[in-house]
């Protein structure tokens, strides 16, 4: 499915298969004053596609329950969105691809009363097996999301590969809390640019020689890189 340069408000994607091609979903809104509103992507299957579920520029878009194998490069990416996105849920179990979540130019809202809420990415259960470089979860330049109980498995043998990737994240506008990111594979469990704040937990920017090199990492605590 590919919406170009369009937006569909309330579109509801539930309950389909789709297979073989470049994109499974791509829907590309007009701009930041334009946002496609109200975009859910539910209880879908996607396998043999170079990416699977593609949306840019979205407000407060929900991907989730949906089931994403053979993809070649990116299963869920989520680019130039605002407020409340959520990505719950989904298993994604890639041999080749690079890339599970990618979460980049985004921002949650403030949360509480009368904000729009936080970005959530929470239950998502990945296992990347390729022998290329590899990411679990990546923000990039994205703030005000929260990363709950999720589950990261890397096993292709690449040092560089690494379970959660964050870049160019403001410091104390990510959490943190109960995630498992294993790479048996040799690379690293979380990286770059992340260092413990010991007074509030949260993630500062710390430049590009602040690597965790770690086979597993188990997040029990808020931001506890």
């Given at each position: 499915?590919?919406?170009?340069?369009?937006?569909?408000?309330?579109?509801?994607?539930?309950?389909?298969?789709?297979?073989?091609?470049?994109?499974?979903?791509?829907?590309?809104?007009?701009?930041?004053?334009?946002?496609?509103?109200?975009?859910?992507?539910?209880?879908?299957?996607?396998?043999?596609?170079?990416?699977?579920?593609?949306?840019?520029?979205?407000?407060?878009?929900?991907?989730?329950?949906?089931?994403?194998?053979?993809?070649?490069?990116?299963?869920?990416?989520?680019?130039?969105?605002?407020?409340?996105?959520?990505?719950?849920?989904?298993?994604?179990?890639?041999?080749?691809?690079?890339?599970?979540?990618?979460?980049?130019?985004?921002?949650?809202?403030?949360?509480?009363?009368?904000?729009?809420?936080?970005?959530?990415i929470?239950?998502?259960?990945?296992?990347?097996?390729?022998?290329?470089?590899?990411?679990?979860?990546?923000?990039?330049?994205?703030?005000?999301?929260?990363?709950?109980?999720?589950?990261?498995?890397?096993?292709?043998?690449?040092?560089?590969s690494?379970?959660?990737?964050?870049?160019?994240?403001?410091?104390?506008?990510?959490?943190l809390?109960?995630n498992?990111?294993?790479?048996?594979?040799?690379?690293?469990?979380?990286?770059?640019?992340?260092?413990?704040?010991?007074?509030?937990?949260?993630?500062?920017?710390?430049?590009?020689?602040?690597?965790?090199?770690?086979?597993?990492?188990?997040?029990?605590?808020?931001?506890?890189?």
């Amino acid at each position: 499915l590919h919406l170009p340069l369009g937006c569909l408000t309330e579109l509801l994607i539930e309950k389909n298969t789709f297979t073989n091609g470049s994109y499974g979903l791509y829907i590309n809104g007009i701009g930041p004053t334009a946002l496609c509103k109200g975009t859910q992507v539910t209880n879908n299957s996607f396998s043999n596609f170079y990416g699977a579920v593609y949306l840019s520029y979205h407000d407060a878009p929900l991907v989730s329950r949906d089931s994403i194998t053979n993809v070649g490069n990116v299963a869920v990416d989520l680019e130039n969105c605002a407020n409340g996105m959520q990505v719950l849920k989904n298993k994604i179990i890639l041999a080749t691809g690079s890339y599970g979540i990618v979460v980049d130019y985004s921002s949650g809202g403030l949360g509480g009363l009368g904000n729009p809420a936080r970005g959530l990415i929470a239950n998502n259960f990945i296992a990347l097996a390729s022998a290329s470089t590899t990411y679990g979860i990546q923000l990039y330049y994205s703030t005000n999301i929260d990363l709950y109980n999720n589950s990261v498995n890397i096993t292709g043998n690449t040092t560089g590969s690494t379970g959660l990737y964050l870049y160019g994240v403001a410091g104390n506008s990510v959490n943190l809390a109960n995630n498992v990111f294993s790479n048996p594979g040799g690379g690293y469990a979380g990286g770059p640019n992340i260092i413990e704040d010991n007074s509030s937990g949260d993630f500062i920017g710390a430049g590009s020689a602040n690597l965790i090199r770690s086979n597993v990492y188990d997040s029990v605590i808020a931001g506890g890189f």
